[in-house]
């Protein structure tokens, strides 16, 4: 089912009036009315629950780096924004920021930085690193403590603009929600399914080469049993001693 006949079923399900006959009377209505009431509480509850952006502490060291990463597929944008927290009533200490991909280009880099944030859209799939470090200059006790609020795939779309620009609200933009959300969904199994198809090529290949080494080390043990017994029959033979 495509993206716009989801959102009309949903609509539909939930704002058209109950289609019932007169000779059903009350029961029927009531029937109707609480299997859409039902629909409508399923559908906030999967939207309550649907993937968010995670907020995560960082410990960073006085010396050294701590890094942060995710396994993310192509085409999602990722959001972030990173903050440092002082413990004390000091002046806020800076840090050094730098984001890579996979194949180890710098998507995001930021020196002397007390708090920012990257956007990006990947484009290939696997760990997108992010690594937070105490600037040069940073000459306080212990750790530092950095804010991060991670969002990636629909948790970090817009939706006052698209509520604006497509002018829906209320029920009708929580239900674009969580459209997006089921659309993210089934897009992140369909990645599952590739990687573990993937994977599983990868393995049956593996054991196919392993098969086949053993087959060759036995081959050559064989071999070299028999030129030993060969040569050792020989060696006595000469010294007659068989």
Same mark, same amino acid.
Request: proline share 4%; with cysteine; hydrophobic share 40%.
């Given at each position: 089912?495509?993206?716009?006949?989801?959102?009309?079923?949903?609509?539909?399900?939930?704002?058209?009036?109950?289609?019932?006959?007169?000779?059903? #009377?009350?029961?029927?209505?009531?029937?109707?009315?609480?299997?859409?009431?039902?629909?409508?509480?399923?559908?906030?509850?999967?939207?309550?629950?649907?993937?968010?952006?995670?907020?995560?502490?960082?410990n960073v060291?006085?010396?050294?780096s701590?890094?942060?990463?995710?396994?993310?597929?192509?085409?999602?944008v990722?959001?972030?924004?990173?903050?440092?927290?002082?413990?004390?009533?000091?002046?806020?200490?800076? *840090?050094?920021?730098?984001? %890579?991909?996979?194949? #180890?280009? %710098?998507?995001?880099?930021?020196?002397?930085?007390?708090? #920012?944030?990257?956007?990006?859209t990947?484009?290939?799939? #696997?760990n997108?690193?992010?690594?937070?470090?105490?600037?040069?200059h940073?000459?306080?006790?212990?750790?530092?403590?950095?804010? *991060?609020?991670?969002?990636?795939?629909?948790?970090?779309?817009?939706?006052?603009?698209?509520?604006?620009?497509?002018?829906?609200e209320?029920?009708?933009?929580?239900?674009r929600?969580?459209?997006?959300?089921?659309?993210?969904?089934?897009?992140?199994?369909?990645?599952?399914?590739?990687?573990e198809a993937?994977?599983r090529? %990868?393995?049956?290949?593996?054991?196919?080469?392993?098969?086949?080494?053993?087959?060759?080390?036995?081959?050559?043990?064989i071999?070299?049993s028999g030129?030993?017994?060969?040569?050792?029959?020989?060696y006595?033979?000469?010294?007659?001693? *068989?």
């Amino acid at each position: 089912m495509s993206r716009p006949q989801l959102h009309s079923y949903f609509t539909a399900m939930i704002f058209s009036p109950p289609k019932v006959k007169e000779m059903s #009377g009350n029961a029927n209505v009531r029937r109707s009315a609480m299997f859409r009431s039902a629909v409508l509480v399923v559908l906030l509850w999967g939207l309550s629950n649907a993937p968010a952006g995670d907020a995560i502490w960082l410990n960073v060291p006085k010396t050294g780096s701590k890094c942060v990463s995710e396994e993310i597929q192509s085409n999602v944008v990722v959001l972030a924004d990173y903050v440092v927290v002082s413990e004390n009533h000091g002046p806020i200490p800076a *840090i050094s920021v730098k984001v %890579t991909s996979p194949f #180890g280009n %710098t998507l995001h880099h930021q020196e002397n930085a007390t708090h #920012g944030q990257f956007a990006f859209t990947t484009k290939e799939a #696997g760990n997108y690193l992010a690594c937070f470090s105490p600037d040069g200059h940073y000459e306080g006790a212990g750790e530092l403590s950095v804010n *991060i609020d991670w969002k990636t795939g629909i948790a970090a779309k817009d939706w006052e603009s698209v509520a604006r620009k497509e002018k829906i609200e209320g029920v009708e933009l929580e239900l674009r929600k969580l459209e997006g959300a089921v659309e993210a969904i089934h897009e992140n199994l369909l990645y599952l399914k590739d990687r573990e198809a993937e994977l599983r090529t %990868t393995s049956e290949n593996t054991n196919a080469r392993v098969a086949w080494l053993s087959i060759m080390s036995l081959g050559i043990c064989i071999s070299v049993s028999g030129l030993q017994i060969w040569y050792l029959k020989r060696y006595f033979q000469k010294k007659k001693l *068989i």
